[in-house]
């Protein structure tokens, strides 16, 4: 039986390893010959590695940024200085494969420190961004799916549930089962808010981020978004103080429903979160671009090492998961809507003290 070289049982394991990548993986010698393309890489570019092996990247690579060619000397440098590392990054750029069909893709080169000495010019890794937010769709889609269907069900319970605490029911109940019937509109309200939120984030997410921004007042969104809340601060006996601002604020430029949620999340958490005090909102101008809305309360606040994670996705402070209901998901979409209008969200906070969530908003420019 033969042996094998181990030169060549390395070089085989290594083609199997490069073979199993999900991005595309192309490597070509230094005079930028292609000597190495995985499957992944065929499929994007469309064509196959016996056609392309010994031929330029050119032959098998078209790539475009901002509909201007970019050549294989910008991306993959053939020069005498002896380069290595990441030569080349950019995401989004266009890909004409061999069927002329158009891919978004990311490309990254790196060049080896011994790469010339080795015969290898550069290493590309092309990731189809289409093949990822193929997969992401249609888990988004699940998600909306499951969530609609969710929502009518809850609206019906939701219905029943008001209904059944009107006084004159509540009276016919002895107090352990008016508790019972208390409780479950409170777990029917969480769950409506959840699911409300989990819908905005899906529509958000399959939408791109995209928003439908007019220009409206933000005095009078705060003011109804306020006056919803109102009888839940009452209920906790909060004050909840809110002024419009004296001077006359410009009009901001926002999605009107998207602006609300993330009023109802910021009040909503304020409330939640705070036994004695106040809650107040403030909307005032932050530059000539942006005007801001702070929330403050005089809650139990946040510890400070929370503080960083408060707005990744299902974060929920230790304490906060014995004590409140909720899903840990409206800070997150409220930082994913208030950066789809460009703005900026934050939170300082003192454990004890309380805590004050900001975010901001664009004033609406009218075009000349
Ligand atoms: P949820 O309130 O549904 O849990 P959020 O994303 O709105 O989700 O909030 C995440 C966590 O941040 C909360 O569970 C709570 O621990 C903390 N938090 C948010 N707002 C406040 C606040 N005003 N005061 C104290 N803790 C807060």
Redo the contacts with the bound molecule.
Sequence with gaps: MPVQDPLEQEKEKLQKIIAEVKEGVIIVDPEQKITLMNKSAEEITGHGLVEALGKPIWHVLTLLYNEKEVKPDTYCPVSSIKLEGIVYEKDNLTLVDKKEEIKVVNLKVQKMKDGMEMGVGCILTIEDTFAQSELERMKLDFVAMSVHVLRTPLSILKGYLSYLTKKETLQKLNETEADYLKNSVVSTDELVY?VDNLLDLTELQASGFRISPIPLDLDKAVQSVVYEFKPFADAKMLEIIYAPSLSELPLVYADATRLKIVLR?LIG??I???NEGSVEIIVAQESSDFLKVTVK?T????PEKNLPH?FKKF???K??LEM?T???????VSKEIVGSHGGKIGVE?KEGVG?T?WFTIPVYKERK
């Design positions: 959840l999340n958490n304020a939640k979160f705070t309360d809650g139990r606040g946040i408060l974060y929920r402070v304490e906060a409140e909720g899903r840990g998901l409206g800070l997150y906070s805590s969530f």
